[in-house]
């Protein structure tokens, strides 16, 4: 049984800082390209950070969203099976329920979610 267990979110004010974190079982981690989404209210489901295996340590290639380029930082601990998001100089509009994605593109391709972790951001 495939799990992503997000952890982390929580109440924060503009300027302050968050970790995510998501924990997979029932993968072979390395395998798959680890990302962040996340959807506000009222709005289509976004991509905020990706990155690919780079081995045991700290992962491949990353890809940010514009918006969080420069604030947002993601890891992945392969020998973890743990992707993370740390989330600095956060604003308003960072507010949402950010989603891990584990996305694996060789066959046999497979696609899966996590519960989903809220982040507010006001003060």
């Known amino acids: 049984q495939v799990q992503l267990v997000e952890s982390g979110g929580g109440l924060v004010q503009p300027g302050g800082s968050l970790r995510l974190s998501c924990a997979a079982s029932?993968?072979?981690?390395?395998?798959?390209?680890m990302g962040w989404y996340r959807q506000a209210p009222g709005k289509q489901r976004e991509l905020v950070a990706s990155i690919t295996s780079g081995g045991s340590t700290s992962g491949g290639s990353t890809k940010y969203a514009d918006s969080v380029k420069g604030r947002f930082t993601i890891s992945r601990m392969d020998a973890k099976n743990t992707v993370y998001l740390q989330m600095n100089s956060l604003k308003p509009e960072d507010t949402a329920t950010y989603y891990c994605?584990?996305?694996?593109?060789?066959?046999?391709?497979?696609?899966?979610w996590g519960q989903g972790t809220q982040v507010t951001v006001s003060s």
């Open positions: 029932g993968i072979t981690f390395p395998l798959y390209v």
């Open positions: 994605n584990a996305n694996k593109r060789i066959p046999p391709y497979n696609d899966y």
